[in-house]
């Protein structure tokens, strides 16, 4: 799939040494409803605006999720839409950024890779089914 995309975040990450009390955070701050999701890895889905009954936005606005720190270097991630994973990745290079996870699946959802830019910071690219 090659077709044309926005390339605005479409879904954050925020790692926490204790999902529990920073899912109560969130909530208790912004009014997000924070669940933990089916599936083989711990991982909460952060719903920042209502999605119908397919996980789709009713209105504008951008979803996330929280997991389990990984290190003590483990930052929030952003992830930009993009039409193809690979090229990008390529493009990622060539301007001077470096890909740190290559591209990988996400069932049902698409595919992703992590990188970082010229300066260090990271951030993932999501191509959607």
């Not at 990008?88 to 069932?107: D, N, R, S």
Request: with cysteine; hydrophobic share 45%; glycine share 10%.
């Amino acid at each position: 799939m090659n077709c044309m995309v926005d390339h605005t975040v479409v879904h954050f990450e925020i790692p926490a040494d204790d999902v529990a009390k920073l899912s109560a955070f969130y909530s208790k701050l912004f009014g997000w409803q924070i669940l933990k999701m089916p599936g083989p890895v711990e991982y909460w889905g952060i719903q920042t605006v209502p999605v119908d009954e397919n996980g789709m936005l009713l209105r504008n606005g951008v979803n996330g999720g929280m997991m389990k720190r990984q290190n003590p270097q483990h930052k929030p991630v952003n992830y930009v839409a993009v039409e193809s994973v690979d090229e990008y990745t390529k493009k990622i290079e060539a301007l001077g950024g470096k890909v740190v996870v290559p591209k990988m699946e996400v069932p049902g959802v698409g595919w992703w890779a992590l990188a970082l830019d010229p300066e260090g910071n990271q951030f993932a690219i999501m191509q959607m089914l």
